[in-house]
């Protein structure tokens, strides 16, 4: 080997170590050598505050986000109501997860929802639009079918393609942060119900199985990070509400990278038991995740 | 004074109003404060008229201001506050932009007034109204026209630039333009607004303002009672020098430089003919009969005229009902609308009656009063307001109606009473609204998934603002949808979100006149929580 060849050989090995991400090659190595739980239960505080000791916990938000990475986060935005009536997400918990994605060096954070009322006014109404400017996240639209892209969902029984929105299939990192709620189809909507409003179609899955459709789609995107806000949720009439009096101050928070052993838990401080909720079974039987919260490792914390 | 300032004034002011009145129809983001509507529409005539008999106010007078304006100093409204009259401007311009370029001289010339035409199309607005129909006035009203052209053809092209310019966008992976999901094109409002835009451009194009001496029945009313204004248009017969440049840009052909006359009752006081004139030969003259002192008895005439449109209320609805019932025995008012067309659901399902806007208060109050400008379907953020077909029967054709095939009305919103120029849609709170009843969820068993697939749904549940639509226990632990009637408004979210096809397994059912809803109140929660206490799991 001449010195040329040797200089050029040097230098395309150090440039494809220093450029190349292997960190997506070592994901479990990289989560393991900070933190051990499975999942981390939360109360007593208030929503920004309780995701900072919740997200430590696991090692901080920059176990789950690297440097220069695109992070998109889908609250649920899904109704025209303001804040209090614990139809969507809480606003602030939104702009302090987006806060952390920055802090661990995201280059983008994107949030959307494909509402169900008219999506200008769920964003504005609901605070989140404000909340995530404010914290220097981009707001995306979920109501032009031209964002969706056709997707096969190899694993799923009852769904078995699906129109999913880019910024999912595009992003890095896949932050899935829904309110706990009663709903009238769904019995309760935690995680995996919060995945419809990724999907242009949902007609399609109220027709075919409801909740065989939902564990379906779990098979195909396994968000990265589940933050189930449980601060203010609403016992009845859900998803939607009624009034004021639907919704109790519950104070409290889960954050798995389990999204089956997030709604388990979920459904457990709903007060609901895990049989009546089809869709946790259904996914638990498809691997999505584990429903059995006596195998987990959790971390329990009361502020 | 400098005459010529008066035409720029015109062009000016004109096009004020022509860009005010437009912006309101593109405004597809809802970015315009709702206040602003009524106050840019004040002076539409044929809406405020509209208004006034049957709302009296000051907020329904622009047409007695445009009234009294005609009677100072002739046809204003035509000349810069109706919209369409401004587009045929538009459209005349390019026109002699365009023939400047080629290099053809074609000018416009003094013809005859086509009265045989302008009264028959005011006779075909105006008697068909006495008797209660108002399809006449909706299909030539110039501002509802324009409205028409505007939501069917001009905001759709704008939605389509923006959406262009979105893809490109996100193709740059830039969030910042998004794109617009146009949900309705109503084939028959669309080719009506194509046939008006077409006879529009046409006629603008070859012989200036024919149309609004020729068709347009508020041209040819104002135009009755310009003969009688203070301020009119004449030919200063000693500075006149015949040499016919007025002529040739007069857009009413209404300046007869061989007689030295101007037929004022045409002229849309365009002041073209002050701004071109070489010799000072265009002159203003006073006087109300100024150019009337020959016959006396044409007096008389406006006075019945004018009676003849304020006609009352009370009578208008009695011929209104006899007109209706007459032509309802021929069928034609009573299509039934299939609500889907495919196959599976078996059971079909027949709406009687078809939902009418929140505002409205009744469907015959919406017929009555709607002139389909298509504003509130232009400003509806859910889409849900679309241009009927048959639905209203032949007479109500383009009036707007609840489509939820398209949408359902949006609980916190009432834009559409908010924008409505005249009193179809009558601006009401947003907590009346939320507990108008515009109709009623029918629930429909044997269409329902949860009956038929043996699986949960809840589709029409979830979206339901009111829980009038609640899930209560089925058979193998499913839930199936319960309606309490008393607590539904007819919002049509149920019917929108329900999943089966070709027929819903749940719909509404118009209301003919709007009820209240009761108060869905439930108890409240308990708030006791104990923060310190272990987690469940």
Same mark, same amino acid.
């Given at each position: 080997m001449d010195r040329r060849k040797f200089i050029k050989a040097g230098l395309f090995t150090s440039s494809a170590i220093a450029l190349g991400n292997y960190t997506n090659i070592y994901p479990y190595l990289a989560s393991s050598l900070s933190s051990n739980y499975d999942l981390v239960a939360i109360k007593g505080g208030e929503p920004e505050a309780m995701f900072d000791k919740a997200i430590a916990s696991l090692g901080g938000m920059k176990n789950f986000v690297k440097k220069n990475q695109k992070v998109v986060i889908k609250p649920n935005i899904g109704w025209d109501v303001k804040p209090e009536l614990a139809a969507n997400t809480n606003p602030k918990l939104v702009a302090r997860i987006i806060k952390h994605c920055f802090d661990a060096g995201a280059k983008d954070v994107y949030v959307f929802d494909h509402t169900c009322d008219n999506w200008n006014r769920c964003y504005t109404n609901s605070g989140i639009e404000k909340a995530v400017k404010d914290a220097g996240g981009t707001i995306v639209s979920g109501e032009s079918e031209s964002y969706y892209h056709q997707v096969d969902v190899k694993k799923g029984k009852r769904l078995t393609s699906s129109k999913v929105h880019e910024l999912i299939l595009e992003s890095d990192v896949f932050i899935n942060v829904p309110i706990l709620k009663h709903h009238g189809g769904g019995r309760i909507t935690v995680g995996m119900k919060n995945l419809m409003g990724v999907v242009w179609d949902r007609r399609y899955w109220h027709q075919n199985d409801l909740h065989q459709c939902i564990a379906d789609f779990a098979t195909f995107k396994k968000p990265d990070l589940n933050i189930v806000d449980a601060y203010l949720v609403m016992k009845k009439n859900g998803p939607r509400g009624v009034s004021q009096d639907d919704v109790l101050t519950m104070k409290s928070q889960i954050i798995s990278t389990d999204i089956v052993a997030a709604d388990a838990a979920a459904a457990k401080l709903f007060g609901i038991d895990l049989a009546d909720v089809p869709y946790i079974n259904y996914a638990d039987e498809l691997k999505v995740g584990r429903k059995d919260l006596n195998k987990l490792n959790i971390n329990r914390i009361i502020l | 004074m400098n005459?010529?300032? @008066? %035409? %720029?004034?015109r062009v000016a002011l004109s096009l004020l109003f022509f860009l005010l009145t437009l912006s309101l129809f593109l405004d597809y983001r809802n970015i315009l404060p709702p206040s602003i509507y009524s106050k840019i529409l004040f002076l539409q005539f044929i809406p405020s008229f509209i208004k006034f008999i049957s709302v009296i106010g000051i907020g329904a007078a622009g047409f007695i201001v445009i009234l009294l304006l005609t009677l100072f100093s002739g046809r204003v409204y035509c000349s810069s506050i109706c919209p369409l009259g401004t587009f045929q401007d538009i459209v005349s311009f390019l026109e002699r932009k365009l023939k400047k370029k080629k290099g053809k001289k074609?000018?416009?010339?003094?013809? %005859? !007034? %086509? /009265?045989?035409w302008r009264y028959s199309f005011l006779a075909l607005a105006v008697i068909p109204f006495l008797g209660g129909t108002i399809l006449f006035i909706n299909l030539l009203d110039p501002y509802s026209s324009f409205g028409k052209i505007s939501s069917h053809l001009f905001r759709p092209l704008l939605i389509a630039f923006n959406n262009s310019i979105a893809f490109l966008f996100e193709k740059m992976n830039l969030y910042i333009i998004y794109p617009f999901e146009y949900k309705g094109v109503e084939v028959f409002s669309f080719s009506l607004a194509l046939v008006i835009f077409l006879v529009i451009v046409y006629l603008s194009f070859t012989k200036g303002r024919l149309y609004c001496n020729m068709v347009c029945p508020v041209g040819t009313l104002l135009g009755f009672v310009s003969k009688f204004a203070f301020v009119k248009i004449a030919v200063d017969e000693r500075n006149c020098k015949s040499c016919g440049i007025c002529e040739r840009v007069c857009k009413s052909s209404c300046i007869d430089t061989k007689t030295k006359t101007v037929d004022f009752d045409r002229c849309v006081a365009c002041f073209n003919c002050f701004d071109v004139c070489p010799s000072d030969g265009m002159k203003f003259e006073y006087g109300f009969l100024s150019s009337f002192k020959k016959n006396q008895q044409n007096i008389e005439e406006t006075k019945v005229s004018e009676q003849e449109e304020k006609v009352s209320h009370s009578k208008r609805n009695f011929l209104f009902n006899t007109f209706v019932y007459a032509v309802g025995l021929t069928g034609i008012t009573l299509s039934q609308v299939k609500i889907t067309p495919k196959t599976k659901s078996k059971v079909a399902v027949f709406r009687k009656n078809p939902v009418t806007p929140p505002g409205s208060q009744s469907r015959n109050n919406?017929?009555? /009063?709607?002139?389909?400008?298509? @504003?509130?379907?232009?400003?509806?953020?859910?889409?849900? @307001?679309?241009?009927?077909? @048959? !639905?209203?029967?032949l007479l109500g054709m383009f009036q707007p109606r609840m489509d939820f095939q398209t949408g359902f009305c949006n609980f916190e919103c009432k834009l559409c009473g908010d924008v409505c120029p005249t009193s179809a849609i009558s601006p009401i709170s947003l907590e009346t609204k939320k507990l108008k009843q515009l109709g009623k969820a029918k629930f429909v068993r044997d269409n329902c998934i949860v009956n038929t697939e043996n699986t949960d749904c809840g589709a029409c549940s979830e979206h339901c603002p009111t829980k009038a639509v609640n899930m209560v226990p089925y058979k193998n632990k499913l839930v199936i949808p319960e309606v309490k009637e008393e607590f539904c408004i007819g919002c049509g979210a149920c019917e929108f979100a329900c999943p089966t096809k070709p027929y819903k397994a749940i719909y509404v059912e118009g209301n003919p006149k709007h009820l209240t809803a009761k108060i869905n109140k439930e108890k409240k929660l308990e708030q006791k929580v104990d923060y310190k206490e272990e987690f469940p799991f």
């Open positions: - | 005459v010529t300032v @008066l %035409k %720029k004034l074609e000018f416009l010339q003094y013809e %005859k !007034e %086509k /009265n045989w919406f017929a009555q /009063n709607c002139t389909a400008c298509h @504003l509130c379907v232009s400003v509806c953020p859910t889409q849900v @307001l679309q241009p009927a077909y @048959l !639905e209203y029967g």
